[in-house]
C-alpha cells in the first residue's frame, strides 16, 4: 500500500475574477503533519478550499490526488466520504439540528453503516470531555450561540468523530487563548496514527508550540515558497514573513 | 368636509387596520397660487446647469393624482439641476417662508449624469410662525456611476402642511445617499419611492423625524429592487412627544430577476408621552430567491437604566431625555457633511425637545 | 448548484376518497330557503335560527375583503353548504360505518386516541360522527362534545358565549359561517380542573363541491388548563372546497389554553377560517399552527388580552408548494396593563407557491408595561417562488417593549457547504437546514401527536436525520 495520502499538482485557483492560487504542488503521506503557514491573503484558506472542492472557487489548472484517486473535481460530500475532513476557521450556524443528531447523522453517512445510539452517545461524551467541552452542547443546535473557542473545538471533536483520513485545520488555532489551543493540540495528538495526516493552515505559529510536525509551507502571493521542518517556523516566528517577499 | 386619501401603500392590508392610506381632513389647500419669490440657490459647482425645463411626467408613485397634478400645473417654483461635475461639490436651495411667502408648489429634477458627483441640500424653513402650504415633487435620476447626495431639510412650523414626494431612478453602479430631516408640519406627508434599475446600483436613505403636540407624520417609503446585486438600505429614527402620530410604511420588493440583491430596513420610534402613537408596516416582498432581506422595527421609550445612568452623572431628566434622543439621531446626522447645517438641525432638535 | 427537489407532500393518506354518500345533501347556492331549511334538519332552538337569518343578511351586505388573495373563483351557487353522513353521532368506533371508519384509520385517530389522548372528536363533512372521552374527566366535570349537543344541553352557556367572541359582522365569512354553521366541539373545564393529556378534533371533509363550517367553543375556566389539538384534511377534488369554520376560545383568569392545529387540506380548498381568544387576568393561550395544504388560506388567529397580565404566544409554520397561495398570520390586541405577546412566524416557499405572513400587533392606550416580540423568518426554495411580509405594528402608549424583526432569503451556500464538507449530499444537506428551520415549530407539538405535522416534515423531508 502506498504511503502516498494526497498529492496537489499545478493548482491555480481562482475566486470570480481574481487568481489566488498560482501553481501549487504539495504532498502529504500518510503518518505526517504538514503545516502551512503564511501572511493574511496569500491563498491559505484558498487551498483547503480547493482540496473540498468549494464551488465559489474555480480551478483553472492543475489537480488533486487523494488515495491515488483524482478528486479535483468531485462534488464536496464525495471528497468528504472519501476521507477529507476540514476545520472551519468560521464553522457555520445551523439552527434546529442538535449537535448529537447531526453528527450521527454524518457518521452514517460517512461509514455507510448504521450508528449504535448509546455506543455513539457515549464516544461523544468521552471526545467531549477530553476537549474540556460542557457535554450539555450535544443537544444545543450546531454552533448557534457557542463562543469561538466552543466552534472551534466543535469542529475538532467533529474530526475525531469523523475519522477522516486526512484532516484539514483552517485557522483552528486563531483567536484561541492558550489552554484552548494546548486543547485543539491534544485533540489533533489523540486523532494522529500512521495511517492518517494532518495539514494545518495558520498565519501564526502558537500551535506549533505545543504540536510536533514534520514539514512547514511558506505560502505567500499564492505559491508555495519555502519548505522546511518545525525550525522554519521558529525563523517565521523570529522575522517574520519579509524576507520571503520579493 | 372634504377627506383627501393619500400615500397608499403597493400592497393593501386589512381595511381596519387603517394604514393603506393617510385620510386627511380640514386641509386647506389654496386654490389660487401666489408667487413665491424667497428662494436662494447657492451653487458652488459651475458643473451644475441650473434651468427650469422639466419633465416629471413619469411620476409613478406621488402621493395622489391631485397632489400630482398640481405641481405639475400650477408650481410657482420650477428647478432642473443638470450635473455633470466629477468632484463632490455642493449645491444648496434654500425656500424660506414667511407671509407673503406661504405657499410653496415646486417641481424640481435632478439628472446626475454618468460617473458624476454631487451633493444637493435642499432645505425649507420659516423664521416666523406661520401656517404654511407645501406640495413638491424631487424628481432624480442617476445615470450610470453617478454618485449623489441628498439632503432634504423640513424646519418649518408645526401649523405646516408638508407634502412631499420623491422618486429615484438608479442606473447601473449609481448610488444615491439620502439624507432626510423632517420636523415640521402638522401634516408631514412623504412618499418616497426608488427603482434600483440597474446592477450594482445603491440606495442609502437616513431619515429622522420628531414631532410634538399634534403632529402627524405619514412616511411611505418604497424600494423596487430590479436589478442584480442592488442594494437598499432604509434607516428611520424618530421621536415622539406630546399627541404627536407617525405612521411609516416602508415596502422593499425584490422583483424577479433582481439576483443577490440585499435589502434592509431599520425604523425605531422612541416615544415620549404615554399620548403618542407609533404605527408602522414594514412590508417585505420577495419574487426572488437569491436575495437577502431584513426588516426591524420597534417602538417604546427610552430605558430606564439608561436614563438613570445618564442622571447619575448630574444630568436633570429632560437633559437626560433630550441627550439620549440626540444620541439616536447622530447616527443619521452624521450622514451630513456641512457642519453649519448640521449645527443649525441639532439647535432645532434642542427646541423642539424642549 | 442542483436546485432541490423536495418531493410534494406524500398525500396518499390524505387523498383517500370515499364515495359522496350522504344521508341529506342541501342543494347548493345560499338562499333564505337554505337557511331555513339547513336550521330545520338541525332542529335549532329558535334564537338559533334568527341568529342564522340575521347573518345571511349581514353575509349579504359585506363585501369581499379589498386585500390578499384573490378568491374570486368562489362561488356559493356552487356549494352545498350542508353534508349530513349516512350515520349519527357514535361513541365507540364500531359503530361508525365501514367506509368513515376506515378513513379515520388511516389518518392515524383512533389509534392516536389509544395512546396519547383524552378525547376524540371526528367529522365526517357537516356533522360530527363520532366523539368520546375519557370517563376520569367526564367525573371531573370536563365537557367535550359535540356542538350540536351542547346547543341542545348547555343551552344558557352556549347562548352566552356563541359568536360574542368573534361577532357575526367580523367579516363576510364570519357572516357566512354564522348563517350555515354545523358540526365542530364544544369543550368547558370547569375551574381548577388541570386536563394533561390533550383533546382532539379531527374535522374531515368528504363531499366534492361542498363547504364546511364547524364550529369550536372552548371554555377554559379560572385555572384550568387544556391542550386541544384539531387536524382537518380532505381528498383533492377538481372543483374548489369551501372551509369556514370559527373558533372561539374564552379563557378565564389564570388559566391557560393551547391550541394547536395542523392544517392540510387538499389543494382545492379555500380555507377562510376565524380563530379569536379572549384572554382574562394572568391568563395565557398558546397558538401553535403548522399551514400545509389549502389552495387559498387567509388565516390569522387572534389573541385578545383583555386581563391584566393576559400572555399569548403564536408559533407558526406555512408551507406553501405549486398553486398554493397561503396568506396567514396572527393578530393580538394588548388592552391591560402587564400584558405580552410573543409570535414567531416561519414560511418556506417552494415550486411557484406563495407564503404571505400578515399581522396585526396593537397596544392600546390603558396596556401599560407590556411587551411585544415579533420574529418572522421566510424561506425560498427557488426563484419561482413568492414571499411577501405584511406586519402592522399600532403601538399607541409609551410604556411598552415592542420590537419587530423579518428575514427573508434563501439556504445559504456557506451553510449547505459546510454541512457537504461532512459527507451530506446536497439535498440531504438542504432537507437538513430546512427541517432545522422548522423544528421551533415541530417541536412544540406533542411526541405522541399520531398524524400530523412532524410526519408531513418527515415525509417532506424524507432522507434527512431521524
Known sequence: MSKELLEIKDLYVNAGETEILKGINLKINKGEIHVIMGPNGSGKTTTANAILNN??????????????????????????????????????????????????????????????????????????????????????????????????????????????????????DSGLDVDAIKTVSKGIEMFKNKKNAVLIITHNTKILHSLKVDYVHVLINGKIVKTGGQDLAKKIEENGYAQYKY | ????????????????????????????????????????????????????????????YGLNEFFSNQVEKDSNQKIRLNINSKINKETRIEYKFDKENNTLIDNIQIIANENTKSTIIIKY?????????????????????????????????????????????????????????????????????????????????????????????????????????????????????????????????????????????????????????????????????????????????????????????????????????????????????????????????????? | MKKINIEEINRNIYNIKNKDEYDFKIKKGLTKEIVEEISKQKDDPEWMKELRLKALETYNKLELPTWGPDISELDMDEIATYVRPKTKLNNTWEDVPEDIKNTFDKLGIPEAEKRSLAGVGAQYDSEVVYHSMKEELMKQGVIYTDMESAVKKYPELVKQHFMKCVPINDHKFVALHAAVWSGGSFVYVPKGVKVDIPLQSYFRLNSPESGQFEHTLIIVDEGASLHFIEGCSAPKYNKVNLHAGCVELYVKENAYLRYSTIENWSKNMLNLNTKKAIVEKNAQVDWVTGSFGSKISMLYPMSILNGEGAKTEYTGISFAGEGQNLDNGFKVIHNNKNTSSVVNAKSISKNGGKCTYRSLVRINENAKNSKSIVSCDSLMLDDISM????????????????????????????????????????????????????????????????????????????????
Open chain 1, 55 to 172: 464551488p465559489i472557487y474555480h480551478k483553472e489548472n492543475g489537480s488533486i490526488i487523494l488515495d491515488g484517486e483524482d478528486i479535483t473535481n468531485s462534488k464536496t460530500d464525495e471528497i468528504a466520504r472519501k476521507g477529507v475532513f476540514m476545520s472551519f476557521q468560521l464553522p457555520e450556524e445551523i439552527p434546529g439540528i442538535s449537535v448529537r443528531n447531526f453528527l450521527k447523522y454524518a457518521k452514517n453517512k460517512i461509514t455507510g453503516k448504521p450508528v449504535k445510539i448509546f455506543e455513539f452517545k457515549d464516544e461523544l461524551k468521552k471526545y467531549m470531555e477530553e476537549l474540556n467541552m460542557n457535554t450539555k452542547n450535544m443537544d444545543r443546535s450546531l454552533n448557534v450561540g457557542f463562543s469561538g473557542g466552543e466552534k472551534k473545538k466543535n469542529e475538532i471533536l467533529q474530526m475525531l468523530i469523523l475519522n477522516p483520513k486526512l484532516a484539514i485545520l483552517d485557522e483552528t
Open chain 2, 1 to 60: 368636509m372634504e377627506i383627501l386619501k393619500l400615500n397608499e401603500t403597493p400592497v393593501r392590508t386589512a381595511r381596519n387596520f387603517n394604514i393603506n392610506n393617510i385620510k386627511l381632513e380640514n386641509i386647506n389647500i389654496p386654490e389660487k397660487i401666489e408667487k413665491f419669490s424667497n428662494i436662494n440657490i447657492i451653487n458652488n459647482n459651475s458643473k451644475v446647469e441650473i434651468d427650469s425645463i422639466i419633465d416629471n411626467s413619469n411620476i409613478v
Open chain 2, 125 to 354: 424653513f420659516t423664521e416666523e410662525d406661520l401656517e404654511i402650504f407645501h406640495n413638491g415633487i424631487i424628481n432624480v435620476i442617476a445615470k450610470n456611476g453617478a454618485e449623489l447626495d441628498i439632503v432634504i431639510i423640513n424646519l418649518t412650523t408645526i401649523k405646516s402642511n408638508n407634502f412631499i414626494a420623491i422618486q429615484n431612478t438608479l442606473k447601473e453602479n449609481s448610488k444615491i445617499n439620502y439624507c432626510i430631516i423632517d420636523l415640521g408640519g402638522k401634516n408631514s406627508i412623504t412618499n418616497y419611492y426608488s427603482k434600483l434599475e440597474g446592477k450594482l446600483a445603491i440606495n442609502n436613505v437616513n431619515t429622522i423625524y420628531l414631532g410634538k403636540e399634534n403632529q402627524l407624520f405619514d412616511l411611505n417609503y418604497i424600494a423596487e429592487l430590479n436589478g442584480e446585486k442592488t442594494n437598499i438600505n432604509i434607516e428611520v429614527q424618530g421621536a415622539l412627544k406630546d399627541n404627536a402620530k407617525k405612521h411609516f410604511k416602508g415596502t422593499i420588493d425584490f422583483k424577479k430577476g433582481c439576483k443577490k440583491a440585499k435589502g434592509n430596513e431599520n425604523e425605531a420610534c422612541v416615544l415620549l408621552s404615554d399620548t403618542a402613537k407609533s404605527l408602522a408596516l414594514p412590508m417585505l416582498l420577495c419574487s426572488e430567491e437569491d436575495v437577502e432581506g431584513n426588516h426591524s422595527t420597534s417602538a417604546g421609550k427610552i430605558s430606564e437604566k439608561e436614563l438613570f445612568y445618564i442622571m447619575s452623572r448630574g444630568f436633570s431628566l429632560k437633559e437626560a431625555m433630550k441627550l439620549m434622543v440626540k444620541a439616536k439621531f447622530n447616527k443619521i446626522l452624521e450622514n451630513i457633511k456641512n457642519e453649519e447645517i448640521k449645527e443649525q438641525i441639532l439647535i432645532e432638535i434642542d427646541n423642539r425637545l424642549d
Open chain 3, 387 to 466: 414571499s411577501d411580509t405584511i406586519p402592522v405594528n399600532d403601538i399607541r402608549t409609551d410604556d411598552v417593549e415592542f420590537s419587530h424583526e423579518a428575514k427573508i432569503g434563501k439556504i445559504s451556500d456557506k451553510a449547505i457547504f459546510y454541512l457537504m464538507s461532512r459527507g451530506l449530499s446536497e439535498e440531504d444537506a438542504k432537507a437538513m437546514i430546512v427541517r432545522g428551520f422548522a423544528y421551533p415549530i415541530s417541536k412544540e407539538l406533542p411526541v405522541e401527536y399520531a398524524v400530523e405535522m412532524n410526519n408531513l416534515i418527515n415525509l417532506e423531508l424524507e432522507g434527512a436525520i431521524g
